[in-house]
């Protein structure tokens, strides 16, 4: 069994802090686990998150807070720990903020080192951060929102920079919903998915930092990406060593049902 997104930004890049991840995984059943970082940590990715600084003082806040690495030093870690040995297979690459007017930045970034993987992920739409506090979202309109959302998730797809998408339904994480019916997008994101051979994640992560009512994606989405047979792989989304495998057996139960 994998956990195909775990991230490492808690503690410091060296072999002792990676093997806290590789015991907990195998604590918890796991024999592979997928280690990496947001895209917001380097500053090489810095250019990306100028219209989120400009959005709003806490965001901006949020940011500076956030970028504390270049990637070299990221890409020297794994190069180091692909000599070693865990008991656990581990694969590293990272967690990028798609932004369409940044397609080429990523891919120039992505050139440079031989990540085992890159998942897209979208946590601001326009700048927004929907998915920082539920107080935000006070004043939006949540269709307008979603459209644009998964306009922004085809695009994420259809760019061909990712291995596969990270939470696909995210934008659920406050429980708004819109008015109107998803399903014919969902048909649409899935065969761009299949199109390109990526997977999407049946993530736990709502669950696991927002403390979400249910697992995974939700039920019209699920179905959708298995009449479709979309790649499904399973993620804890988790942020430190002891969540490492979260959910990943109650979010494979849900999918097989």
Request: charged share 25%; with cysteine.
């Amino acid at each position: 069994m994998t956990d195909v997104h775990i991230h490492i930004e808690r503690g410091p890049y060296t072999k002792e802090w990676i093997n806290r991840f590789a015991a907990q995984a195998v604590r918890a059943g796991l024999d592979e686990i997928y280690l990496l970082e947001h895209s917001h940590r380097f500053v090489e990715f810095a250019p990306m998150y100028d219209a989120v600084r400009a959005f709003s003082d806490y965001q901006n806040d949020w940011y500076q807070r956030k970028v504390t690495h270049s990637i070299k030093e990221f890409q020297a870690l794994i190069e180091k720990m692909r000599q070693q040995s865990f008991p656990v297979t581990i694969k590293w690459g990272l967690e990028v903020c798609y932004f369409p007017e940044h397609e080429a930045l990523i891919g120039e970034i992505l050139g440079t080192f031989p990540f085992d993987f890159a998942v897209g992920s979208i946590h601001w739409v326009d700048g927004f951060g929907f998915d920082h506090k539920a107080a935000l979202w006070e004043g939006i309109d949540v269709d307008a929102l979603y459209r644009r959302y998964y306009e922004l998730m085809l695009s994420l797809v259809r760019s061909g920079l990712f291995s596969g998408v990270a939470h696909p339904d995210s934008i659920k994480c406050f429980g708004h919903r819109p008015a109107f019916d998803l399903t014919s997008v969902y048909g649409l994101l899935a065969d761009e998915l299949n199109a390109r051979h990526m997977y999407a994640e049946q993530s736990g992560g709502l669950r696991l930092n927002y403390g979400f009512s249910k697992l995974g994606m939700n039920e019209t989405m699920l179905r959708i990406f298995k009449e479709k047979h979309v790649a499904i792989c399973f993620a804890s989304d988790a942020h430190k060593p002891e969540d490492v495998g979260t959910n990943i057996f109650d979010l494979q139960a849900i999918t097989q049902g």
